[in-house]
């Protein structure tokens, strides 16, 4: 499957973006979601997760209550609704797909398919 991000940009502290990831090749149902970003100087993190039918969702501790994760399964698409940003969630985001069925949802080596990224900036 390939994974197309798109999304990011230069938003000020508080404001809101939304990411969208566009999968293609393959069936979109197969596949558990998430997205990850790698903050400057720091390394990869998990930021949100969705599994193949879209009914449960994971956070990381840090974006609970302010990010949104969901996939739309008619457009092969999942997003994440991001609200209340601030710098430091200023990052390059990746979404990331892996088989339906295995275990785990925050580790990035469980997931065999990358986008490409996309740069979200926060500016204070």
């Known amino acids: 499957v390939q994974l197309q991000a798109s999304g990011g940009g230069l938003v000020q502290a508080g404001g809101s973006l939304r990411l969208s990831c566009a999968a293609s090749?393959?069936?979109?149902?197969?596949?558990?979601m998430g997205w990850f970003r790698r903050p400057p100087g720091k390394e990869r993190e998990f930021v949100a997760g969705v599994n193949w039918s879209g009914f449960s969702t994971y956070y990381a501790d840090s974006v609970k209550g302010r990010f949104t994760i969901s996939r739309d399964s008619a457009k092969n698409t999942v997003y994440l609704q991001m609200n209340s940003l601030n710098p430091e969630d200023t990052a390059v985001y990746y979404c990331a797909a892996k088989a339906r069925g295995t275990a785990g949802v925050d580790k990035a080596y469980e997931y065999g398919y990358w986008g490409q990224g996309t740069q979200v900036t926060v500016s204070s």
């Open positions: 090749g393959g069936t979109f149902s197969s596949y558990n």
